[in-house]
């Protein structure tokens, strides 16, 4: 007897194949789609780092400026991918003056940059910047994933210009980091990596994208993607999110090799035992407010990594919140636009 | 490497290494007769890119044992989780919504499968065992290019890389006089 095919499978395969052959007049391609959602102007440059500045979007409400360091992977625009998901954008119509460090493309000519460059010269200049500009004694400091542990230092380093400190996804304790990014980077020889190819080549970092997810985010999202052509918004954020992704800048070489070592390897940061610039970096010296945001789906600085933070602090007033996400989804999703957002702008009101 | 595989490895190299050696000294007098001005550095080249050639094969033989081991590691989880997977496919409802559900299976367990696989410490040792002898390559032939580079007069990659320490170092210190003379001026 011959076996019969299911009418519904059959129409199923025909919708996708035609949505597959429809796809290239139905939606851009990603080179074609402009990342930058709210309007700004570059308040400050130094080499390849820029102080973006957004232009309000309502009267100020908040009265310290808020600068968000983003990390040293990928580029800023995540923050503000498209404006119904834009962090950015909720924190100017929470009233809060947003300044944005994007730390640039680095090149061959930038190798030698390290901890001390990216702390006690950009973020250090940036901050006294917005200090002047804005007539304010201190600011407050956003970090989001390893620009979180950017923020940390710089706050360590230089509490009396911090008078806010949040930490979003921060990476802090490297050992308790169970994600697969934490196995690879404790196993690398990153002397002779640095070495020898000089920056961190992104194809390094396509390489750990691949393998955390690699079947869901490697197979099953492209499928999502061509099941969904029709849907327009549907197809915009996941263009513009991919688009994203494909974008990550080289990590200069001097850089990474403190990262790995002293971040994954040796540990060094949540034990106060790390030196930038010569100086300590004594996790205790933090006593301003602090607000750390982690997310229990994050499988790239997993919880665990996160949170020693708010225990190695001495700050009074801190606060830990942990949500039901993943680590894009609390920057860049309906839901952090619902619950996390307004929880940050009403903690940033307060103080 | 293994020490079986480590003796014929280290007796061609040194075969190999005695005969450039010989060769070299031997035609050494006779070719700087016929050769004049920089184009003598020739035959060192040469030498220098045949040694580094030699004891490439080291790593490259380390390169591919990694590499194998690899796709051995890979190739063991898909072969298991498939596995699992077909010992499920009796439980799936068969009704129009099966190939979804299969297909949700079978995400599932291969993600589960290979997230322990590079979660686990045998993957992660070989991985950065596999990228070191990867660099040692790479090595391997940055050096035969400086040989190049250098006959032909260019700055090689340690040259390049002493000229951005440099250039670093001075940036910085420029930085930190600009600063102290905004400071004073302000002050």
Not at chain 1, 119 to 136: G, I, L, P, Q, S
């Amino acid at each position: 007897m011959a076996h019969e095919i299911d009418p519904k499978l059959v129409e199923e395969f025909l919708s996708f194949t035609r949505n597959v052959a429809e796809a290239p007049k139905l939606v851009p391609a990603p080179n074609e789609i402009n990342l930058e959602s709210s309007q700004f102007d570059v308040a400050y440059e130094e080499d390849k780092v820029r102080l973006l500045h957004f232009r309000p979007t309502t009267s100020s409400k908040v009265k310290t400026p808020l600068i968000i360091s983003y990390a040293i992977i990928n580029r800023y625009h995540i923050l503000d991918i498209q404006p119904e998901k834009s962090w950015v954008r909720k924190l100017l119509e929470g009233g809060i003056d947003v300044y944005m460090i994007d730390w640039g493309n680095p090149s061959n000519i930038d190798k030698y940059l390290d901890f001390d460059d990216y702390v006690n010269t950009y973020m250090e200049n940036c901050v006294d910047f917005v200090r002047k500009e804005a007539d304010a004694k201190s600011i407050s400091l956003q970090g989001y994933c390893t620009g979180g542990t950017i923020s940390t230092i710089y706050a360590a380093l230089h509490p009396q210009k911090v008078r806010n400190l949040v930490a979003t996804a921060p990476v802090i304790d490297g050992w308790k980091d169970t994600t697969v990014v934490s196995n690879m980077a404790r196993h690398i020889d990153v002397d002779r990596m640095v070495d020898t190819i000089g920056n961190m080549p992104p194809e390094f970092m396509y390489y750990c994208f691949s393998i955390l997810k690699p079947f869901e985010q490697g197979l099953e999202k492209y499928y999502k993607f061509f099941k969904n052509i029709h849907n327009e918004k549907f197809v915009d954020s996941f263009l513009r999110v991919e688009k994203w992704l494909s974008e990550t800048p080289p990590i200069p070489g001097e850089l990474f090799k403190q990262w790995i070592k002293n971040i994954y390897q040796e540990n060094l940061l949540i034990q106060n035992k790390m030196y930038v610039g010569g100086k300590q970096v004594d996790l205790k010296r933090i006593s301003m407010p602090v607000f750390i945001q982690v997310a229990v789906g994050d499988h790239l600085v997993s919880p665990e990594c996160s949170m020693p933070l708010h225990y190695a602090v001495a700050s009074q007033d801190k606060t830990l919140r942990i949500y039901p996400t993943g680590h894009v989804g609390m920057i860049a999703s309906s839901y952090s636009q619902k619950h996390i957002l307004p929880e940050l702008c009403q903690w940033l009101a307060e103080r | 490497m293994s020490q079986d595989i480590k003796q014929p490895v280290d007796n061609f190299k040194h075969v190999s290494l005695f005969w450039t050696d010989l060769l070299h000294l031997i035609s050494g007098k006779p070719v700087s007769l016929t050769s004049v001005g920089p184009t003598r550095n020739w035959v060192n080249d040469m030498k220098k890119i045949t040694t580094e050639v030699i004891d490439s094969y080291e790593n490259l033989i380390e390169f591919n044992q990694r590499l194998t081991e690899y796709y051995k590691q890979l190739t063991e989880t898909w072969i298991e989780a498939q596995k699992k997977v077909n010992a499920k496919v009796p439980s799936i409802p068969q009704d129009s919504e099966s190939l979804e559900a299969y297909k949700r299976v079978w995400i599932d367990i291969f993600e589960n499968d290979f997230t322990g696989l590079f979660d686990s410490e045998k993957f992660a040792q070989n991985y950065g065992s596999l990228v070191s002898a990867e660099l040692e390559l790479t090595k391997r032939w940055e050096n035969i290019t400086n040989v190049l580079f250098q006959s032909l007069r260019l700055p090689t990659r340690k040259e390049i890389d002493e000229v951005y320490k440099e250039l670093h170092e001075l940036r910085k210190r420029v930085k930190k006089l600009e600063k102290r003379e905004h400071q004073q001026d302000g002050a």
